[in-house]
T-cell receptor, first 111, second 114 residues
Framework: GAGVSQSPSNKVTEKGKDVELRCDPI?????LYWYRQSLGQGLEFLIY????????KSGLPSDRFSAERTGGSVSTLTIQRTQQEDSAVYLC?????????FGSGTRLTVV | AQSVTQPDIHITVSEGASLELRCNYS??????LFWYVQSPGQGLQLLLK??????LVQGIKGFEAEFKRSQSSFNLRKPSVHWSDAAEYFC????????????FGTGTKLQVIP
């Protein structure tokens, strides 16, 4: 597509439930990144994909967080047993060379 | 490890005035440097980037930034601010070559008053 698409744009979930966030990168972009932006915070790196593999997942905050990418394209970030501190905007970005293109993000609210 | 400092959390300028947003980075070699802008409720948009060559970089929307290795700085400037420039601005640093994990600063929120 023309840009990075993320869905849903907003998600409200109950504490303890699992959620899946989707990212559809720009066609042909081999690199894909997930970041988290909490209120009043900068962007926190979560995970990086090159193709379907994740050479750097050092930013995932706990084992409740996981991500996969299939077909070198769509990626899904899964948060299990959500906690209130997981509330944030989750941003996906893709790149081919230097510089990311970001999606509009998924605002996750855990109640 | 790479890091970025944006010392100004919030800046207010009058429309038509000049703007400079400060950014200092820490990285052992020549970094990749970026400025992104985030308007309310929007994702981040790349304003400009530097990775080699001329140290004065021109970007979109009339912005420019200057890489100063001696000061480890990459300040963003605009000669005349418009009301539509009100947004949050993020400086970021990435490793040169190969995998581009990018580290972002905490952002500077710009308010523009008439």
């Amino acid at each position: 597509g023309a840009g990075v698409s993320q869905s849903p744009s907003n998600k409200v979930t109950e504490k303890g439930k699992d959620v899946e966030l989707r990212c559809d990168p720009i066609s042909g972009h081999t690199a894909l990144y997930w970041y988290r932006q909490s209120l009043g915070q900068g962007l926190e790196f979560l995970i990086y994909f090159q193709g379907n593999s994740a050479p750097d997942k050092s930013g995932l905050p706990s084992d409740r967080f996981s991500a996969e990418r299939t077909g070198g394209s769509v990626s899904t970030l899964t948060i299990q047993r959500t906690q209130q501190e997981d509330s944030a905007v989750y941003l996906c970005a893709s790149s081919l060379t230097v510089g990311y293109t970001f999606g509009s993000g998924t605002r996750l609210t855990v109640v | 490890a790479q890091s970025v400092t944006q010392p100004d959390i919030h800046i207010t300028v009058s429309e038509g005035a000049s703007l400079e947003l400060r950014c200092n980075y820490s990285y052992g070699a020549t970094p990749y440097l970026f400025w992104y802008v985030q308007s309310p409720g929007q994702g981040l948009q790349l304003l400009l980037k530097y990775f080699s060559g001329d140290t004065l970089v021109q970007g979109i929307k009339g912005f420019e930034a200057e890489f100063k290795r001696s000061q480890s700085s990459f300040n963003l400037r605009k000669p005349s601010v418009h009301w539509s420039d009100a947004a949050e601005y993020f400086c970021a640093v990435g490793a040169s070559g190969g995998y581009q994990k990018v580290t972002f600063g905490t952002g500077t929120k710009l308010q523009v008053i008439p």
